[in-house]
T-cell receptor
Framework: DAGVIQSPRHEVTEMGQEVTLRCKPI?????LFWYRQTMMRGLELLIY????????DSGMPEDRFSAKMPNASFSTLKIQPSEPRDSAVYFC??????????FGQGTRLTVV | AQSVTQLDSQVPVFEEAPVELRCNYS??????LFWYVQYPNQGLQLLLK??????LVESINGFEAEFNKSQTSFHLRKPSVHISDTAEYFC?????????????FGAGTRLAVHP
C-alpha cells in the first residue's frame, strides 16, 4: 500500500480564497483524522470520521472550516475564506479500529 | 475526556547518553498508548505502541516505553542516543468512547542530541 496520500504537498494562496486539501486513506482503514500543526499550538485534532461519518468536529476552529468524506477512499478539508492565521501544516491520518494511525506527509498551507 | 501531557518541551542530551521523555495521560476509559517521531519536514511515524499485554514495549531502534496504569504514565527511554535520534517526539492516547477511538496527541518533546 502507498500509505496515506495527501495533496497538494504545498499550497500558497491569497487571503480570502478557498482552499481544498485532499486525503486518500489506506485501503481497509475505517477511521480518518485531520490534524493541524503549528509552532504555537502543536498538533491539534480538527475532526475525525469513522466509517465515513463525522464523529467529532469539536476541533474545527470556525465555520470557515469544513470536512467531508464522501466514500471510504477520499476526504477533503476545505477552508473558505482562508486567512493568514490558517497557515499551518495539515495532516491526515487513517487507522483501523484499535490500531495505530498512519500519517500522510502533510500539506503545508501558506495564506498571504 | 482524554488528555496527554508531555512534561518537557525540549530535552538536550549528549550522544551516547541515556534519555527519558516523559508522558502522562488522563482518560476515563481504557486506553491505547503510542509514541510517534517526527523528523524535519516529514509526517509522523509510529515509534512504538501499547495496545495490551506486556506493559514494556520496544522499538526496533532501541527505544522502549513502559505503561504504568497506576501513575498514568508512558515514558519513553533509550539507554544510549545517537545524533540521528534528533527529532520531535509525540506521545498519543487513543480511548474507546462510544465505540470510537479518538486519537489525542501531547504537545511534543524536541530531542536534541549533541556530539
Amino acid at each position: 500500500d502507498a500509505g496515506v496520500i495527501q495533496s497538494p504537498r504545498h499550497e500558497v494562496t491569497e487571503m480570502g480564497q478557498e482552499v481544498t486539501l485532499r486525503c486518500k486513506p489506506i485501503s481497509g482503514h475505517n477511521s480518518l483524522f485531520w490534524y493541524r500543526q503549528t509552532m504555537m499550538r502543536g498538533l491539534e485534532l480538527l475532526i475525525y470520521f469513522n466509517n465515513n461519518v463525522p464523529i467529532d468536529d469539536s476541533g474545527m476552529p470556525e465555520d470557515r472550516f469544513s470536512a467531508k468524506m464522501p466514500n471510504a477512499s477520499f476526504s477533503t478539508l476545505k477552508i473558505q475564506p482562508s486567512e493568514p492565521r490558517d497557515s499551518a501544516v495539515y495532516f491526515c491520518a487513517s487507522t483501523r479500529t484499535n490500531a495505530e494511525a498512519f500519517f500522510g506527509q502533510g500539506t503545508r498551507l501558506t495564506v498571504v | 475526556a482524554q488528555s496527554v501531557t508531555q512534561l518537557d518541551s525540549q530535552v538536550p542530551v549528549f550522544e551516547e547518553a541515556p534519555v527519558e521523555l516523559r508522558c502522562n495521560y488522563s482518560s476515563s476509559v481504557s486506553v491505547y498508548l503510542f509514541w510517534y517521531v517526527q523528523y524535519p519536514n516529514q509526517g509522523l511515524q509510529l515509534l512504538l505502541k501499547y495496545l495490551s499485554g506486556s506493559t514494556l514495549v520496544e522499538s526496533i531502534n532501541g527505544f522502549e516505553a513502559e505503561f504504568n496504569k497506576s501513575q498514568t504514565s508512558f515514558h519513553l527511554r533509550k539507554p544510549s542516543v545517537h545524533i540521528s535520534d534528533t527529532a520531535e517526539y509525540f506521545c498519543a492516547v487513543s480511548g474507546a468512547a462510544g465505540g470510537y477511538n479518538k486519537l489525542i496527541f501531547g504537545a511534543g518533546t524536541r530531542l536534541a542530541v549533541h556530539p
